[in-house]
């Protein structure tokens, strides 16, 4: 059963720099060719994309946050990353995980972490 | 980009009850529609992908429709464990939108 899981600091400083790892298990990363995203919900909002990785490490942002976001893979630890930088109190969010349904499409989000909550705050 | 207009933001209805939420998008999205429930705490969970197509594991009581820009999703009877907020999303041109969102609760 693929699971994920996301970790990183749930508090961070404005102009500072969030950085999460989601840990990929009972599957393997480099193994398929699988995409990998992150999405976010500010509290008491809905839902945004904030960009996928192909196994193979090609990205996709969406274009309100390119700017800011990276998003990264380490096939050796089973896990990717992501970071956005320069934030402000509007990215205050649970930060999830997932991986994308089919292999090489990148349409639905079939499986998904439980999120953990970032706060920017002094 | 594609917008995505879901309706209504929450609604209540009976146990037993029959549930329908919409999704409309800005323009044809080819039936890349997805349905998605969240509970607090909790894996958000697929139900529906590709408009009309039920999820490995997903209670039969779940359904979706649509196609171009209207979409709908229906519980055709709402169990307590249904009460969550449900999210379409759409992908086009490498990009994925989500609709506000749908909470539902028991009346």
């Known amino acids: 059963q693929l699971q994920l899981q996301e970790s990183g600091p749930g508090l961070v400083k404005p102009s500072e720099t969030l950085s999460l790892t989601c840990t990929v298990s009972g599957g393997s990363i480099s193994s398929t060719s699988y995409y990998w995203g992150w999405i976010r919900q500010p509290p008491g909002k809905g839902l945004e994309w904030i960009g996928t990785?192909?196994?193979?490490?090609?990205?996709y942002y969406n274009p309100s946050l390119k700017s800011r976001v990276t998003i990264s893979v380490d096939t050796s630890k089973n896990q990717f990353s992501l970071k956005l930088s320069s934030v402000t109190a509007a990215d205050t969010a649970v930060y999830y995980c997932?991986?994308?349904?089919?292999?090489?499409?990148?349409?639905?989000?079939?499986?998904w972490g439980q999120g953990t909550l970032v706060t920017v705050s002094s | 980009d594609i917008q995505m207009t879901q309706s209504p933001s929450s609604l209540s209805a009976s146990v037993g009850g029959r549930v329908t939420i919409t999704c409309q998008a800005s323009q044809d999205i080819n039936n890349y529609l997805n349905w998605y429930q969240l509970k607090p705490g909790k894996a958000p969970k697929l139900l529906i992908y590709d408009a009309s197509n039920l999820e490995t594991g997903v209670p039969s009581r779940f359904s979706g429709s649509g196609s171009g820009t209207e979409f709908s999703f229906t519980i055709s009877s709402l169990q307590p464990e249904d009460i969550a907020t449900y999210y379409c999303q759409q992908y086009d041109n490498l990009l994925l939108t989500f609709g506000g969102g749908t909470k539902v609760e028991i009346k």
């Open positions: 990785i192909y196994y193979s490490g090609s990205t």
């Open positions: 997932a991986r994308h349904k089919g292999p090489v499409e990148m349409a639905t989000l079939g499986y």
